[in-house]
């Protein structure tokens, strides 16, 4: 009987994802629900990333508008990007009525909403939001 070995590739490092010896990837894409978001507490006013965040509290961050999709029934979707990352927000028809010309592209806004669970991550549902200065 003659012994067989067999060699496997090196496995990939848990930190980095890469295997030894291989040119690294692009970097990650920062996750969806990173965005800080301001809220008031029983104890007063905190900041947290989007995804500590309990669904059903109202929220406000101020932020870049991205990507902003339209759908059918005049709703709308878009991602928001600030300070610590970025979120997913989708605006309901009634208040995508009201926002659609604050709510463009490229726009600084500060928004506010209600943290929602889709799909196993936290997005916030806008109902108001206010242009501000960049």
């Given at each position: 009987m003659s012994a067989r070995t067999t060699t496997r590739p090196p496995a990939a490092s848990p930190v980095t994802d890469t295997v030894p010896?291989?040119?690294p990837g692009p970097e990650p894409l920062a996750a969806p629900s990173g965005l800080l978001v301001d809220f008031?507490?029983?104890l007063g006013p905190n900041c947290q990333p989007l995804h500590r965040v309990t669904?059903?509290?109202?929220?406000?961050?101020t932020v870049e508008v991205k990507n902003l999709k339209t759908a059918r029934g005049?709703?709308?979707r878009a991602i928001l990007n600030g300070s610590g990352g970025t979120a997913i927000i989708i605006v309901p028809a009634p208040s995508y009525d009201r926002l659609k010309d604050v709510l463009v592209d490229g726009a600084r806004v500060k928004a506010r909403g209600t943290v929602t669970r889709v799909l196993d991550m936290n997005v916030i549902e806008i109902w108001a939001a206010r242009a501000v200065s960049a």
């Amino acid at each position: 009987m003659s012994a067989r070995t067999t060699t496997r590739p090196p496995a990939a490092s848990p930190v980095t994802d890469t295997v030894p010896g291989e040119a690294p990837g692009p970097e990650p894409l920062a996750a969806p629900s990173g965005l800080l978001v301001d809220f008031s507490t029983d104890l007063g006013p905190n900041c947290q990333p989007l995804h500590r965040v309990t669904p059903g509290t109202t929220v406000e961050a101020t932020v870049e508008v991205k990507n902003l999709k339209t759908a059918r029934g005049g709703r709308a979707r878009a991602i928001l990007n600030g300070s610590g990352g970025t979120a997913i927000i989708i605006v309901p028809a009634p208040s995508y009525d009201r926002l659609k010309d604050v709510l463009v592209d490229g726009a600084r806004v500060k928004a506010r909403g209600t943290v929602t669970r889709v799909l196993d991550m936290n997005v916030i549902e806008i109902w108001a939001a206010r242009a501000v200065s960049a």
